[in-house]
Structures are given as structure tokens and as C-alpha cells.
């Protein structure tokens, strides 16, 4: 009796295992698009979130370093500390502001938001051929240079740097705008 039924066990075992031969390819059908969404998902936003943070540090040393350099008061000298600050933001960028889609501005502005000198430029190419265009900041950077409220009439360096950034999934891209600012107070006399 108790052969008969270690048989029927195994047979049974057995039967059951053949039906369930393809169960586990189908379960990896299923999860897999979905697993390597999030996976993709993830490094993707990683390599967005390094961007951030390289173009933060290299935000804030520009306008650390523009606070202490003197603006002049030429044109020429204007455009010699532009081409200053900007150097020394893409330098430090790792890499991230070195693309035609990357726009920095740099402004020296009052604590109520009055505009004492502000220049833009844009980067085509590399940081070592890049152009520099001076002017305005262009419109695509919005609230640039902005009042904090700060009613005092103490001048601040103001830099800002705008890219586009990616992150993509198997199945979809999601495309922000990376915005970063930073704000150092001026130590320089800015006078016109």
C-alpha cells in the first residue's frame, strides 16, 4: 500500500511539473518590461540628478567668484568680468554647461531687484571655444534677475544656469528643464 501510493505521488509530481514547464517564461514575459522601466527609470534619473548637482556647485562658485572680482566701469571691463564668471562656471560644470542647449546668465543687482549690470550668454560648442554672446539674459530664463524683497541697497551677484535634462524609461521620456541659481552678496564697489 504504501508503494501504490509513493507511486501515485510521484507520477502525480511529475504530471504537475510538465504542466507548469512554460510558467516561468511567461511570468518573465510579463515582469520583465517592467523591471527594466524602472531600472532604465532609475539610472536615468541618477545621471539627471548628478547633472543638478554638478551645475549647482558650479552655479554657486561663479557667483562666489563674481562677488569678488571688480565689474569696472566700461563696457570692455563689463565683458571682461562676464567672460570671468562664465569661464569659471563652465569650468567647474563638469562638463554640464558645455552644450548650444545651455544658456548662463549673470547679473550684479540691488537688494530691491534694481539692475545695476546684467549681461547673458549663451554657449555654443566647448568651454574652451564657447562664444559669448553679451546683452540681455534671453527671455527662456524666467524671473532673471529677480527681487527678493530684500529692501536694502546692498548689490548682489545673481547666476543663473538653464539645460535641458532626460530621463527616459523603456517605454517613455520625461524631458525638465533644470533651472539652478545661486546668489552671492558683492564685496566689489559697483560703481557705473
Do not use: H
Request: glycine share 10%.
Amino acid at each position: 500500500m504504501m508503494r501504490m501510493l509513493a507511486r501515485l505521488a510521484t507520477r502525480d509530481s511529475r504530471q504537475l511539473r510538465k504542466t507548469e514547464r512554460g510558467a516561468a517564461a511567461v511570468e518573465f514575459a510579463i515582469l520583465a518590461p517592467l523591471f527594466f522601466m524602472i531600472t532604465f527609470g532609475m539610472i536615468s534619473a541618477g545621471i539627471t540628478f548628478n547633472r543638478v548637482q554638478d551645475m549647482t556647485g558650479a552655479v554657486r562658485q561663479g557667483s562666489r567668484f563674481g562677488a569678488t572680482l571688480p565689474v569696472g566701469t566700461t563696457v570692455a571691463d563689463r565683458d571682461t568680468w562676464v567672460t570671468s564668471v562664465l569661464a569659471s562656471v563652465t569650468q567647474t560644470a563638469n562638463g554640464q554647461l558645455d552644450s548650444s542647449d545651455s544658456t548662463i546668465c549673470v547679473a550684479v543687482v540691488t537688494g530691491n531687484g534694481t539692475t545695476i549690470f546684467t549681461s547673458g550668454a549663451s554657449y555654443i560648442g566647448s568651454s574652451s571655444g564657447g562664444v559669448v554672446t553679451t546683452g540681455s539674459c534671453p527671455a527662456a530664463v524666467p524671473n532673471f534677475p529677480f527681487a527678493d524683497g530684500n529692501a536694502g541697497s546692498a548689490a548682489r551677484v545673481e547666476v543663473v544656469a538653464r539645460r535641458p535634462g532626460q530621463i527616459m524609461a523603456v517605454l517613455f521620456t520625461v524631458n525638465p528643464m533644470i533651472d539652478v541659481r545661486s546668489v552671492g552678496r558683492y564685496e566689489e564697489s559697483t560703481s557705473s
